[in-house]
């Protein structure tokens, strides 16, 4: 494989391609971009390895020069520091490759070099093939046609090519879990571990021991060693979920990980390399909490390098036909079901503040309530009404309807099921209680 090293910080560019050649990879240097596209029109490279900041073109336009050539283009790999990560993930979505932060070692690069290699060898059908079938299984995961969550999968697909930290915001119930899971599953460090961390759980003063874990007697308690989850996802993802309850005084460790790679066990001194990748996960506005003062704001930066807003499911309410298909199906689990007409109608009508958990939770609900049959009669008492302003146009009987549906279900259900006696407490004929049962499909 030929590769073209691009980088104007000479002792850096002869390190790197010396690196490369010694390990057996055909490499020519170019001092910057200019100099760079000279040798492309000349000879044909695998892979680009280029630096962002250059004085006589930059990695940016070197990138989109390539990406415009004709044929076969060469892979490019984007060099950044860790100021420029922004502008590394514009190129990953213009065409690069992947990027890489520094400080790294140049095995890093000999690894993605190698990634690019394997994938040459493959024809181009093939690598097609794939391409599709990790896409499609993308989503067959994360379930939505609609334009915020197609956003979401192909962050996700971009971000599980990179190993740059990932953070993950949304509310209650939007899927940040699964995206983080799917993330690691589609990444390189897929067959490693993925260890979730759910940081709310830990009484303050055991996180710590938790994270990074702890020597024998270093508190009371401690009567064994023990290894802390960053132990365990050793060359794998590790999931910090709430990472906002992570209290002040802890969150300097977490960020010397980040930095340097290193930690050590509560009350010993030797210091331990990790190879983990971070996702981080939080239903605050962390950049708020940093602002206040009630997260350090040096870890928020080195958390929000790549990140994925999930959106809250009354913004894409589109998408809701295909995630209770989704969501069934995993309920049944092979057992039939059936869906009534009107049911997603009468989810529709639902806020969702509890997100896609919440759907689920209801359906799970009415699945073994109506044993495998979903009506709506079954599905509009777990939805709270909604509280939302009756003035704007369709609202008001929006709102009629429910309370309506409302009073006829508890009615119906008091009366354990005998419609005169429910028409009677309601104060109603019993032909129009039928008429109204029959117009709400109860
Ligand atoms: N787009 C989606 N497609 C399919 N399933 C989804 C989607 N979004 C969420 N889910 C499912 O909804 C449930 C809740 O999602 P998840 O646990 O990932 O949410 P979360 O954002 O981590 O919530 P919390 O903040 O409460 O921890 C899970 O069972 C998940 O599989
Ligand atoms: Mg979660």
């Known amino acids: 494989m030929k590769v073209l090293v691009v980088d104007d910080e000479e002792i850096k560019r002869i390190s790197l391609a010396d690196d490369l050649a010694n390990t057996g990879f055909e490499t020519v240097s170019a001092a910057d971009g200019r100099e760079a596209l000279d040798l492309l029109a000349r000879v044909s490279f695998d892979v680009v390895v280029t630096d962002i900041r250059m004085s006589n073109m930059d990695g940016m336009e070197l990138l989109k020069h390539i990406k415009r050539g004709k044929g076969l283009h060469p892979e490019v790999i984007m060099m950044t520091a860790y100021g420029s990560i922004p502008l590394a993930v514009e190129a990953m979505k213009l ?46 995961t994360l379930i939505g046609h609609s334009s915020a969550m197609q956003e979401v999968r192909r962050l996700v697909e ?39 961390v759910n940081c709310s759980t830990f009484p303050d003063h055991l996180i710590e021991s938790a994270l990074f874990g702890h020597a024998k007697g270093s508190f009371t308690g401690a009567d064994q060693k023990r290894d802390g989850k960053f132990d365990l996802a050793q060359g794998g993802t590790i999931y910090l979920d709430d990472v906002d309850d992570i209290p002040l005084e802890h969150q300097i460790k977490l960020l010397r990980v980040i930095e340097e790679k290193i930690f050590e066990r509560v009350g010993a001194a030797v210091p331990i390399h990790v190879n983990v990748r971070i996702i981080a996960a939080t239903k605050k506005r962390l950049l708020a909490e940093a602002q206040n003062g009630t997260f350090r704001s040096d870890l928020y930066y080195r958390l929000n390098v ?8 009354h913004t894409h309410l589109v998408d809701l036909p295909a995630l209770v ?20 109608q009468c989810l529709l009508c639902h806020t969702w503040p509890g997100n896609v958990r919440e759907l689920l939770n209801t359906l799970e609900r009415a699945f ?32 009629l309807n429910r309370t309506e549906q409302e009073l006829l279900y508890k009615a119906l259900k008091q009366a354990n099921g005998n419609k005169s006696e429910a028409a009677r407490t309601l104060g109603m004929k019993l032909s129009t209680f039928r008429d109204k049962l029959k117009k709400h499909s109860l």
Not at 96 to 124: C, G, H, M, W
Not at 306 to 313: E, T
């Open 158 to 196: 971009l971000y599980a090519r990179n190993d740059a930290t990932v953070l993950l915001t949304g509310q209650t119930g939007t899927g940040k879990d699964l995206v983080a899971k799917t993330i690691h599953d589609l990444s390189n460090r897929r067959s490693a571990a993925f260890v979730k």
């Open 306 to 313: 790549l990140r994925i807003s999930l959106p809250p499911l």
């Open 368 to 399: 073994l309530l109506g044993n495998g049959r979903i009506t709506p009669d079954l599905l509009a008492p777990e939805l709270e009404p909604i509280h939302e302003d009756l003035t704007g146009s369709g609202r008001f009987n929006t709102a």
């Open 95 to 140: 065409g690069a490759y992947n990027f890489i932060t520094k400080p790294f070692s140049n095995d890093e690069v000999v690894t993605l070099l190698e990634r690019i290699k394997e994938k040459r060898q493959r024809t181009p059908e093939a690598e097609k093939k794939r391409a599709t079938v990790d896409l499609s299984k993308l989503e067959q």
């Open 325 to 344: 298909d989704h969501l069934l199906a995993r309920i049944a689990h092979g057992r039939p079901y059936s869906l009534h007409k009107d049911a997603i």
